[in-house]
């Protein structure tokens, strides 16, 4: 074992931040915390979800339509989720990530209205996939290095993001939706396409959660971000550079936001530069219920992925039992409020051993 791993270990905190192959289990570290205990139960709160309003609406939830709409409206904030439990576990956070998301729609829909429209050929939505990805990154990386070397909380910076992002998306756009912002193509195959009857959003939702909860969970990539969180000044001592580390985080959030976008276009065909000022709120949720603790260092992408489909199922729920939308956004802050509550209470717990 080396010096730098050696340091780590004896002043980062209860959780372990680098890997190890085996364990008292015989099984990889990654695979144990995979399957932790703190998910269970995040998990029963959903199958509560789903037997209530199974209930209340027999023959009209949990059908084949309902568990697909369910899938395909989860997906991008199943996206989004992996990305901030990453910036979570640093102990941050990212405000801005529905107007970021909404910028790199509206640089790559500009691009794809100037360069054929809906008609436009493969390698024009190829260059809007890149414009997306990069303009994403590029603002999210940008935040890190803010966050990073300048000190700010990343509550302000990523404050800040939002309302900046949103501004030159609604300067570029005069605040209106452009027409002919995502190609026929774009949205044929991976807005409306299915292989084997499973949706492309959903499947590409599904790689994105499988190759980053790996890497969260088995890589030294992972595990610098969950040291961070846990104690940052003995990663610093360690010799790793935390700030720069950083910069990758928010630059890996901007980048999956920029995926997001990209998501948002196939499957809408617009930019709804209007439409995501709750998405922060709703990711955020799906993130803290998962289990990942808004002071950092505890975390998983399992548990993002379960607490990404209670506010989908609840809003799901809500509809099909007849509750007004604005009772929908209510129901989500309260979830909020109690997931918060809940990571407080097991905290305070896990001080008091």
């Not at 209530?52 to 023959?59: D, E, K, M, V, Y």
């Not at 939702?205 to 971000?225: D, E």
């Not at 846990?230 to 790793?240: D, E, F, L, Q």
């Not at 505890?298 to 729920?317: E, H, Y």
Request: hydrophobic letters at 50%; one cysteine or more.
């Amino acid at each position: 074992m080396t010096a730098e791993s050696q340091e780590i270990r004896q002043t980062a905190g209860a959780q372990d931040p680098l890997p190890s192959t085996s364990g008292r289990s015989g099984l990889p570290a990654w695979l144990r915390r995979a399957a932790s205990i703190s998910e269970l139960w995040t998990f029963v709160i959903l199958v509560a979800l789903v037997a209530f309003f199974t209930l209340a609406a027999p023959g009209k939830f949990f059908t084949t339509y309902d568990l697909t709409q369910i899938a395909v409206n989860a997906a991008i904030y199943l996206v989004l989720g992996v990305g901030m439990t990453y910036v979570i576990i640093t102990a941050g956070i990212d405000l801005s990530i529905g107007s970021v998301l909404v910028l790199a729609a509206v640089a790559a829909g500009e691009y794809n209205i100037h360069h054929g429209g809906p008609a436009a050929g493969w390698g024009t939505v190829v260059v809007c996939v890149l414009i997306a990805l990069a303009v994403g990154t590029g603002w999210g990386a940008l935040q890190g290095a803010l966050v990073a070397t300048g000190k700010v909380s990343p509550l302000i910076v990523t404050l800040g993001g939002l309302g900046a992002a949103l501004g030159l998306a609604e300067l570029a756009t005069g605040g209106q939706d452009p027409a002919g912002a995502a190609a026929t193509n774009l949205q044929n195959t991976l807005g409306f396409g299915k292989l084997l009857g499973i949706p492309w959003l959903v499947i590409l939702a599904a790689v994105v959660t499988a190759v980053f909860g790996a890497v969260l969970s088995g890589t030294r990539f992972g595990n610098y971000t969950l040291a961070i969180g846990s104690n940052p000044a003995a990663v610093r001592r360690a010799g790793i550079p935390v700030g720069r580390h950083l910069i990758k985080v928010y630059g890996l959030m901007g980048l999956l936001a920029g995926l997001g976008a990209v998501m948002w276009l196939a499957s809408y065909g617009t930019t709804s530069i209007a439409g995501h000022s709750t998405d922060n709120l709703k990711v955020i949720t799906a993130v803290v219920l998962g289990g990942t603790s808004l002071f950092g260092g505890r975390g998983s992408v399992l548990g993002t992925v379960i607490g990404v489909f209670i506010p989908a199922v609840l809003t799901t729920g809500l509809v099909v039992i007849g509750v007004q939308q604005y009772w929908q956004d209510v129901a989500v802050g309260v979830v909020l409020v109690a997931a918060v509550y809940i990571d407080q209470t097991r905290r305070k717990s896990r001080e008091r051993r």
